[in-house]
């Protein structure tokens, strides 16, 4: 796989430079309006935009031209953004892997499994405590937000409870509550925002939710980290009253980086996938496990199996 280029709503120059400083790679950094005289020299655009504003428009629009991957984490909003997504893709000829990452994604097909294996027993999936990307970025477009971050954070009590065997049943409340720390713009309505980040669906509406508000120095003091990591459960029974407990977890010290990584397996996915012919949209449970990975067939019965 080879990075060909990198395109930006920002200015490009100064974002050029770091990726050279950061990586050694000199690749061209450019305007996301030239995208368009792209479209023959790329076989997969990896999107990096957000869920709540972003990939519902650009998913689809990208769709029509290119083979493209993004990370939508609306999870409620799923189903809609793949139909959206399955239309433009298809009439563009053009194959798109729609919410990958690690949830959804990873975590998703964890919960699939472990469905299959267990079908009499209960999901639970508890994230943090640490930096949410979709949620930080839903806040910081709010008008008069300057910056912020928001971190998930689990009830312990409610973990342990899960894995006691006991299947207790949890509301989203009772799993998770959520901390923001937002800096305002001058003049900003503190008071307004609060209220808007409480109330907003599909974000924090379902949750206890905590805001902080402080000046710019303390949050880049206080919070420049993108940690973050979860656990996927799932109790059950089998035919004796046996219980059983699948868990699958993960510790990322960087959450970008690593949903990064997730991304650029599944674009590897998306142009086998292509190149067999398919069209359309997908999600992880569509792709076969192999097409993941850079090694061959055979080298994975040799080495994994």
């Known amino acids: 796989m080879d990075l060909a280029a990198v395109f930006t709503r920002r200015d490009p120059a100064p974002l050029a430079a770091r990726l050279k400083a ?25 999107l990096c935009g957000g869920s709540a504003t972003d990939l519902p ?16 984490d609306t999870h409620a909003r799923i189903p809609e953004h793949f139909q959206n997504v399955d239309a433009a893709a298809k009439q563009g ?32 999936t508890f994230w943090g405590r640490g930096v949410s990307q979709g949620h930080s970025d839903a806040i910081r477009r ?20 899960v894995r006691s065997g006991t299947n207790p049943e949890l509301s989203t409340r009772d799993k998770h509550t959520r901390e923001c720390f937002v800096v305002l713009e001058e003049g900003a309505d503190a008071a307004r925002i609060e209220q808007e980040i409480k109330t907003m669906p599909n974000y924090f509406a379902d949750y206890n939710t905590t805001v902080h508000f402080l000046g710019e ?11 973050h990591g979860g ?23 960087s959450n970008p980086e690593f949903t990064g990584s997730v991304l650029a397996a599944c674009a590897r996915a998306v142009c086998r996938m292509f ?8 999600t992880v449970f569509d792709v076969p496990p192999a097409c993941f990975s850079p090694q061959s067939a055979e080298e994975l019965r040799a080495s994994l199996l």
């Not at 950061?22 to 990896?46: C, F, H, K, S």
């Not at 120095?217 to 940690?227: P, V």
């Open 217 to 227: 120095e303390e949050f880049l003091r206080d919070h420049g980290g993108m940690a």
């Open 231 to 253: 656990i996927v459960l799932r109790s059950g029974l089998t035919g004796g009253g046996h219980r059983h407990l699948i868990e699958y977890s993960l510790r990322l010290d």
């Open 57 to 72: 428009v650009q998913t689809p629009e990208f769709a029509a031209k290119f083979n493209v991957v993004d990370s939508f």
């Open 142 to 161: 709010l008008k008069g937000v300057k910056n912020a971050k928001q971190y998930t954070v689990p009830v312990d009590s409610a973990l342990e409870a």
């Open 93 to 124: 000829g053009h194959l798109a892997l729609i919410s990958a990452g690690w949830d959804p994604g990873m975590f998703s097909l964890n919960r699939l499994y472990a469905n299959a294996i267990l079908p009499e027993g209960r999901d639970y």
């Open 275 to 282: 190149a067999a012919g398919e069209r359309g949209c997908r």
């Open 22 to 46: 950061d990586t050694g790679l000199d690749v061209p950094v450019l305007a996301l309006a030239e995208a368009e005289n792209w479209r023959e020299r790329l076989d997969a655009v990896i």
